[in-house]
Each structure stands twice: as structure tokens, then as C-alpha cells.
């Protein structure tokens, strides 16, 4: 199963724990997962369907663009980090 | 300690290539040196008229009325535009630009403000006049009045409580939870490993410090120009100096509410970036004043709309402290990092927390990062935007923890460097990374070992991590009858990257690097390409390249089957020549091949388009070495070496290059430049003359040693090198600093005032 680090703002949702298992082959499928486990976890990573624009998702260290279309592998690592130019569409360095 | 014997160029990639890692003439070499090339500024057409635009004298104040009827009524003005203008926006819309997002109403209200001006410079009204001198006299006569505010100027100021409210409806949002308090905090983040308490107590030595860096500029050469035609059919047609013709397409789409298919931008030459050139400013109110006027309208920034209305760097506070054992082992760290976003939110402090302390693998990390919005001009990128800022507090800490523990400052860094298999303190874990070998390189370099004699003299050294991007790009390739090809792009060529592209079609087709026809296409022309930046280009534009390559190959092979009368899988290609597997009397060219285009089947053209990941991280390290005048407190840098993991040299020159231009800009950044504010945000300093950036006079011979870890996530083993250069002079400078004088500098820039303040106050 995929491994899903929590960041620490929203480990109060996970009890603490700073990683937990949860089946999902895509994106998509380790939000639900994780709400299921751990609700509230949807509302704060999704709007309208879509990761919120100041969070990003890296797969196995690799920030995506395919979003909840993302595939995740059996062993992967999953990360929900800031967005790294907090709103901004510049966020990529100059 | 291992290190390896000192080489100009530590070249770790086994492979050999027949193009890649020459020094062919760049392509567009001759239009630049004859000054043939065109510029935004350059473009003319008939009927053109000139646009300037009114901007606020303050640095935060209500707009209580416009009134344009002066202006308007003065001969030769053609039309007036405001925000009313612009559509109308609701609040809370997010658009997406694919690479990055942005609340709608900021992006328009930065264009042309519309309740309020929230820093000096920030554009309020525009006119289109018959030429740049009744513009300019026409904006003068536009009465705007104001309700002057207090403005907020510094990260610190805006959070505490009772700041004033740079927008009385932003509320914090701490990764994707919303408090329900307006505040000038847009957002809080932080990053943990590991079990900091637990990691402070087992070090023998703690050091804590707290520094201060003020807002810079990119300072490209060339001024932002804008011509816009909106055109009888609908369609608007852009000519800008742009990072991204793509990005602007897309956010002159989302401002002026059009369909991007209805907008054709063409991106001329670029006198420089370094990410200023990302974000629009002049675009959509050239459009629109060409919408009213149905005259094309070009707008040309001055030097000081440049420092005033475009997106500096932000100045920041930032917090360090990092305990280790006596052994030299780090056991912990903590950063706080609170950057100015400028007016609307969007600091690079989340990249600053990506990069704080990822050159060194530690247990127990907790990164904080706090985006501010103060009464600056909005941010934008610059150069590895947020780590100079983070670097400059964390190397110096790390520097005197060497001191401290009376251990040689590179060792230091290498028994504690991020190595593959180091999960940095944001959760990646390193791929294949070339820190330890960029130390190695500078610990064997024989500056490092130099003598460095007379009094005031100091050598210092520092490290610094940019982690690099992929992003979309598309490329096609159509192949000539004379056995040249014609590629087309969408990056815009800042550095060399034509050149850097072209080759590594080039090496794929076995053909020489001047047999290429590399070009850069408008919007219309060429697949989605995203932006000149996060030092991607030569990494993706050049794997499309790559790809397109291989699919003209792939066709080429059928070719030849057809001509020899063979199945293709019995052809295969070969230091340039197509060959019979199985009968040595067939081969035959790419040149003689493509000869023979027309009478097997017609043209060949080959394309790609690639989003890949696996960019590879770049590290870089500096030693420096100054001299201190004791009495006015100038630094002067006596040598300096730059170092850097560039994963595969596609051109050296241009790697070389990018290194030196990025120590020059650190060490400007480092010793003078900085927007020299008054008490009510006004920017003092609007001229280069008096916004001192380093000139060849102020500069010694930047050395460079390219270091060579293949990125395993590209064909070449490229890793982008536009970047991590620029982060390691300010600290390294700093360190030198203290090395000559035993001052400890916390603020940039470090000028002849604050290094004599700082030794006012070691005297005290």
C-alpha cells in the first residue's frame, strides 16, 4: 500500500501519526482513503474535485501536474506539500 | 576525509558525445552582436501609437476618484483606461496557469488597481496617445484623489498585531484550512522530521541567529515593452519580453476574460529575466487600449516603472538555529522564514523552506514558513527564488559552528552533506545528487589551499541546493533536402538555450550543431510550452528536442527501407549513417538520405511534447576571498571560484556562463544592492545609478569548475544550471567577512555602512 506523509499542520486529523498506509492506485483514490480513515482529510486537500491550488503532491519525491489523476504505485510515497509559491503562478523559480 | 585530485572540470558522466559538450557559435550569435536582433522595444507597424502608464505615489492608500477629463481633452491622447475597464471580478476565483495558480482578483488588480493602490509604483490609469511624450504629459494630467494610508513595509511589521490591513479580507490559511481572522499572515507552513527537542539535547553546541535581507531586482538590462493589436476580427496579437509566451497568452486570457484561442502572442528577443520577465504588467493594458482605440499600442517601461512596478525579491527574516555534536555531527535544526510577499500573496518562502537545509542531511528538522503581504510591489521570481534569502542565514550558522568546533568548514559540510538516499526535511528522499562531489571539488581546488596574505583579508565558503523543474514543452523538427533540419521551439532563448536545444537534436541525428535551424515560435505556431524558468529548458525543451529527434530518426529508418527494398527493423542508424543490419554495402547518410525525401514519400517531419519529471536537484559552492577596509568598511572581493553540479555541460560556455552571471548577481546582492525605502514605502533609489549593481570594475574573474553528476532522469544526464548559482555568495561573502574582521554580518546588503555599524557595535 501506498505511504501517505502527513504534514505536520494537519496531523491533528491522523491522531498524530505522521505516515499511514492507505489503499489507492491514483491521487484520487488515496484522498478517499484517507477520509475514510481520517475524515476532514478531503475537505482540507480537495476543492470542486481538484487538489487546492496552495497544495501540491509529490509522488516518490516528484511534485505532479496530473493533480487526482495522478497514478500511485504500490509502494510509493505520497506527500501533500505547500504549494512552493503560495499562490502565486510564479512558483517555479526564475 | 576523501577528496579527489583537483581538475578543472570533474567529469563524472562515462558517457561520450560527438555534440554535446562541444562549443559550437551560438545560433542567433551573429543577430545579437550586429544588433540585427529585435527587441520588444524594436516593434513597429503602421498606425502605432505609444501608451504610458499613471502610478500611484503611494504606497498604500485609497482610491477615492479618477478623473480623466484633463487628459482626455489634450490633443493627440486617443484613450484613457482605469480598472473599470478590466472585467469585473468576484473574489475568491483561483485561476490555474497549469504551473501555478493565483486568486483572479489580484492578478487583475496588480494590473490596474481598483479600490486601492497598495504600493508605490502600482499602476492606476493608462493612456494611448499619438506618441510617448503627450502620453506622458496626458498621465500627468489624470487627477487621482487619494486616501492616504499607513503602510505596511516589512514581514515582521505586517504580522504583528494591529498592523494595518493590506486587505481587510485575507485571512491565514495554513495548508488548506482558513482562520477566520484578516490578517496580513496569507499563510503558514511547516515542515518536521525527526524529533527536534530530542535533537537539540543531544548537541554539544547550539547556534542561533537571526538575520534580515531587503527587497533587490532582477535588474535585466532590457525594460518590460508591450505592443498589443486587438484586432478587427477579435483577435488580439501581443509582442512582449517575455520568460513564457504560453503564460502570457494564458493570463492576458484570465484578465481580459477572452479565450486564449482568441490571442496570438509573439515573444521577441529578451534582453534578460532571471524570472522577472514571467508575470504581465503592460500586456493587458496595451490591449485594452488598443481595443479602444483599434490602433495597435505599445507601452515601454522606464528604469524606475521597472523597480516600481514589475516583481523585485522580498525581503525576509530568517531565523536559524543548529546544534552539533563535537564530532562535528548535526544533530538538529530549526528555521523560522517570514518573507514579504509584496501586495498580493506569493512569496518563494515556500521554496526557501524546500531549500533552508537541504544541502545536509539531518535527523531532526522543523522548518516554519510565513508568507507576509506588505505595501511592496507584488514578488516575482529571481534566480533560485527564496533560497539566497534561506541560505544566507543557514551557511552562516553553519560557518560558525565550524569555528566553534575548530573543524576546517568544508569537512564540516561534507560529514553532514545530503547525499542520495537523504530525505530532506519537506519529505522527498534525494535521487542521485552531486553535494558531496561539488565540496570535494572546492576543498581540492587550489583556492582553497592558497596562501591569503596582508592584513583584512578573509576566505570564506558556502553551499546552496535548487531543486529544478520539468514542466510541458513541444518541439517539431522538419527535415531539409540539403540534410539540415529546421527546429521549432517555444522557449524563449534567454541564455543559449537555442544553441543547448539544438545540440542534443543534433547529437540524437547525428548531424553537427550548425546544422540545425533552431527557432522560437509564437503561440500560434508551436505546441503548449511552459516558461524560461525553474531552470528547465535545456533539461525539457531540450528532451522534446530529443524526442522529436528520435521520431524524425524513426522515420528516416523507414526511409531507408524503402529505398533499399528491406524491412526496417533490418536498418539501424549509426554515428550519423543509415546501415543494413544484415549487408555492410548498405548505408547511406542522414545528408544523402535526406537528399532523397521528396521522391520516397515527401517530407519528414518529427515532433514531441514532454511534461517529465526527474529534473535533478543542482548544487553549488563558492570560496571567496575579500579584503575589509577597516576604515569605511568596503569589501572588496579579491577572488572568487564558483562551483557547480551541473549533471551533463550540454555547451560549457553558456554553464560557465550561468555561473558567473549568478555570482555577479550574488555578489551585487551580497555587498550594495538593495530598494533603499522611505518611512512611507517609497522606493529612493529608482535609477541604476543610485541602485548600485556590480559593474565589470566591481567584479574579479569569477572562476568556474563544472562538476559533472548525471542526472539519471534525462537522456544527456542534464541538470538545469540557471539557478543554484546565485545562492551561495551572499553567505559565502558574509563568512569571508567575518574571517577578516570577526564580524558576524545578519543584514544584506553588507555595504560600507553596515559592516562599519557592525564593527561600532563589536567595539561597544
Redesign the interface.
Known amino acids: 500500500m501506498p505511504t501517505v506523509?502527513i504534514?505536520?499542520?494537519?496531523q491533528s486529523l491522523t491522531g498524530g501519526k505522521?505516515t499511514v498506509q492507505v489503499e489507492g492506485s491514483t491521487v484520487r483514490q488515496v484522498v478517499e482513503a484517507l477520509e475514510q480513515s481520517y475524515p476532514g482529510m478531503r475537505?482540507?486537500?480537495v476543492d470542486s474535485g481538484r487538489i487546492?491550488?496552495?497544495?501540491s503532491v509529490?509522488i516518490?519525491?516528484?511534485v505532479?501536474?496530473l493533480g487526482m489523476l495522478q497514478k500511485v504505485g504500490e509502494n510509493s510515497?505520497v506527500?501533500?506539500?505547500?504549494?512552493?509559491?503560495?499562490?502565486?503562478?510564479?512558483?517555479?523559480?526564475? | 576525509m576523501t577528496t579527489t585530485a583537483y581538475e578543472p572540470n570533474m567529469v563524472l558522466v562515462n558517457e561520450t558525445f560527438d555534440v554535446v559538450g562541444t562549443r559550437p557559435i551560438r545560433h542567433d550569435g551573429a543577430d545579437k552582436v550586429t544588433g540585427r536582433a529585435l527587441y520588444g522595444a524594436d516593434f513597429d507597424t503602421a498606425g502605432l501609437l505609444h501608451g504610458k502608464i499613471l502610478r500611484s505615489p503611494h504606497a498604500h492608500a485609497r482610491i477615492k476618484s479618477i478623473d480623466t477629463s484633463k487628459a482626455e481633452a489634450l490633443p493627440g491622447v486617443l484613450a484613457i483606461v482605469t480598472a473599470k475597464d478590466l472585467p469585473t471580478t468576484k473574489a475568491g476565483v483561483?485561476?490555474?496557469?497549469?504551473?501555478?495558480?493565483?486568486?483572479l482578483k489580484?492578478?487583475r488588480d496588480n494590473i490596474l488597481a481598483s479600490d486601492k493602490a497598495l504600493y508605490k509604483g502600482h499602476a492606476i490609469a493608462a493612456v494611448a496617445a499619438s506618441s510617448p511624450h503627450v502620453a506622458e504629459e496626458a498621465a500627468a494630467l489624470i487627477d487621482v484623489q487619494y486616501e492616504v494610508l499607513e503602510p505596511v513595509l516589512t514581514a515582521p511589521e505586517g504580522m504583528k498585531e494591529g498592523a494595518p490591513l493590506v486587505h481587510e479580507d485575507l485571512k491565514t490559511?495554513?495548508?488548506?484550512?482558513k482562520t477566520d481572522k484578516s490578517s496580513n499572515l496569507?499563510?503558514?507552513?511547516?515542515?518536521?522530521k525527526g524529533d527536534l527537542d530530542q535533537g537539540f539535547q543531544e548537541a554539544d553546541i547550539v547556534v542561533e541567529r537571526e538575520f534580515n535581507t531587503v527587497t533587490v531586482h532582477?535588474g535585466y538590462i532590457e525594460p518590460h515593452p508591450a505592443t498589443a493589436l486587438w484586432n478587427q476580427d477579435g483577435r488580439l496579437h501581443i509582442w512582449c519580453s517575455t520568460q513564457g509566451a504560453f503564460?502570457v497568452r494564458d493570463?492576458c486570457a484570465q484578465i481580459l476574460d477572452i479565450p486564449v484561442s482568441q490571442i496570438r502572442v509573439v515573444p521577441m528577443e529578451i534582453g534578460g529575466?532571471?524570472?522577472?520577465k514571467?508575470?504581465v504588467y503592460l500586456e493587458p493594458v496595451a490591449a485594452l487600449l488598443s481595443k479602444k482605440t483599434g490602433h495597435a499600442v505599445k507601452i515601454v517601461m522606464s528604469r524606475a516603472d521597472c523597480f516600481e512596478g514589475t516583481?523585485p525579491t522580498p525581503g525576509s527574516y530568517v531565523k536559524v538555529k543548529i546544534g552539533a555534536k563535537n564530532d562535528g555531527t548535526i544533530t538538529a535544526a530549526h528555521a523560522y522564514l517570514a518573507y514579504e510577499?509584496g501586495a498580493?500573496?506569493?512569496?518563494?518562502?515556500?521554496?526557501g523552506?524546500?531549500c533552508v537545509f537541504s544541502a545536509y542531511d539531518i535527523d531532526n528538522v522543523v522548518i516554519d514558513?510565513y508568507?507576509v503581504v506588505v505595501n511592496k510591489p507584488k514578488?516575482?521570481?529571481?534566480?533560485?527564488?527564496g533560497a539566497p534569502n534561506a541560505a544566507f542565514a543557514t551557511e552562516q550558522v553553519v560557518d560558525e559552528l565550524a569555528n566553534k568546533l575548530g573543524m576546517d568548514p568544508i569537512d564540516l559540510r561534507l560529514k553532514n552533506a545530503a547525499k542520495e538516499g537523504t530525505r530532506r526535511a519537506?519529505?522527498?528522499?534525494?535521487?542521485r545528487i552531486g553535494c558531496v562531489e561539488v565540496l570535494e571539488a572546492m576543498k581540492s581546488h587550489p583556492h582553497y589551499s592558497a596562501p591569503l596574505e596582508g592584513p583584512n583579508r578573509g576566505r570564506g565558503v558556502s553551499i546552496g541546493f535548487?531543486f529544478?523543474?520539468g514542466?510541458?514543452s513541444s518541439c517539431s523538427i522538419s527535415v531539409n533536402d540539403d540534410g539540415t533540419i529546421n527546429l521549432v521551439e517555444g522557449s524563449t532563448d534567454i541564455g543559449g538555450t537555442r544553441a543547448s536545444i539544438a545540440m542534443q537534436a543534433a547529437e540524437v541525428l547525428g548531424i553537427a550543431a550548425e546544422d540545425v535551424r533552431p527557432s522560437v515560435a509564437d503561440t500560434d505556431s508551436v505546441g503548449y510550452t511552459a516558461?524560461t524558468?525553474?531552470?528547465?529548458t535545456t533539461f525539457a525543451t531540450g528532451w522534446a528536442a530529443y524526442e522529436a529527434a528520435q521520431d524524425v530518426k524513426r522515420q528516416m529508418i523507414e526511409r531507408a527501407a524503402t529505398v533499399w527494398e528491406v524491412d526496417a527493423d533490418s536498418v539501424e542508424f549509426d554515428k550519423g549513417a543509415f546501415k543494413s543490419k544484415t549487408d555492410p554495402e548498405l548505408s547511406m547518410s542522414f545528408k544523402d538520405l535526406a537528399g532523397r525525401l521528396s521522391s520516397t514519400g515527401g517530407p519528414i517531419v518529427g515532433r514531441a511534447a514532454v511534461?517529465p519529471?526527474?529534473a535533478g536537484g543542482s548544487f553549488a559552492g563558492n570560496i571567496v576571498d575579500v579584503e575589509v577596509d577597516p576604515e569605511t568598511g568596503k569589501v572588496e572581493v579579491l577572488r572568487f571560484t564558483a562551483v557547480q553540479d551541473v549533471g551533463k555541460a550540454i555547451h560549457p560556455s553558456y554553464v560557465e556562463g550561468q555561473m558567473q552571471g549568478g555570482s555577479a548577481q550574488g555578489i551585487g546582492w551580497a555587498l550594495n544592492e538593495e530598494y533603499y525605502m522611505g518611512e512611507q514605502g517609497q522606493m529612493t533609489n529608482t535609477s541604476l545609478l543610485d541602485y548600485r549593481m556590480p559593474t565589470s570594475l566591481d567584479l574579479p574573474m569569477i572562476d568556474t569548475v563544472i562538476v559533472e553528476v548525471a542526472n539519471p532522469g534525462h537522456p544527456f544526464g542534464v541538470r538545469g544550471v540557471?539557478?543554484a548559482n546565485i545562492i551561495p555568495p551572499t553567505p559565502a561573502i558574509a563568512n569571508a567577512i567575518h574571517s577578516a574582521t570577526g564580524l558576524r554580518l545578519e543584514r544584506l546588503p553588507m555595504n560600507p555602512g553596515a559592516v562599519t555599524e557592525a564593527g561600532w557595535k563589536q567595539r561597544k
Not at chain 1, 52 to 55: A, F, L, M, Q
Not at chain 2, 173 to 177: D, I, N, S, Y
Not at chain 2, 273 to 276: M, R, T
Request: proline share 7%; aromatic share 10%; hydrophobic share 30%.
Open positions: 506523509y504534514p505536520s499542520l494537519m505522521q475537505a482540507r486537500l487546492k491550488p496552495n497544495i509529490a516518490d519525491g516528484e505532479t501536474t510515497e506527500h501533500f506539500l505547500p504549494a512552493i509559491g503560495g499562490g502565486s503562478h510564479n512558483r517555479h523559480g526564475g | 483561483i485561476v490555474d496557469f497549469g504551473e501555478g495558480n493565483m486568486e489580484y492578478l490559511e495554513e495548508l488548506g484550512e496569507a499563510s503558514h507552513f511547516r515542515h518536521t532582477q503564460v493570463s529575466g532571471f524570472g522577472g514571467i508575470n516583481g510577499a498580493y500573496p506569493g512569496s518563494p518562502v515556500g521554496a523552506g524546500m514558513g508568507d514578488t516575482a521570481a529571481y534566480r533560485a527564488p519537506d519529505g522527498p528522499v534525494f535521487p535548487w529544478n523543474i514542466l510541458a516558461v524558468g525553474g531552470s528547465r511534461n519529471q526527474g540557471g539557478e
